[in-house]
C-alpha cells in the first residue's frame, strides 16, 4: 500500500484496510448503560475440561426503551 492510501483511508473508517484492527476511541448514538466486570473463583461456574480455573463475568445493563 501507498502511504497516502493508508492515510486516507484511516480518515474515513479507523478501521485498518490490510488486517481490519479497529483504532482509536468509538463514539455514536449508543444507549446509555453500564458495563461490570467481575472474576468467579475456580468452580464457581465449571466448564468441562477447565475446571480449576476461575471465570470472567461481563454484565451489561441498559434501560427499557
Known amino acids: 500500500f ?28 449508543m444507549p446509555p448503560g453500564t458495563m461490570n466486570v467481575s472474576r468467579q473463583p475456580p468452580g464457581a461456574y465449571p466448564l468441562a475440561g477447565y475446571e480449576d480455573v476461575g471465570t470472567i463475568t461481563i454484565n451489561y445493563s441498559f434501560p427499557d426503551g
Open 2 to 29: 501507498h502511504m497516502e492510501c493508508i492515510v486516507a483511508s484511516l480518515g474515513f473508517s479507523a478501521k485498518c484496510p490490510v488486517c481490519s484492527f479497529m483504532y482509536g476511541v468509538f463514539t455514536g448514538d
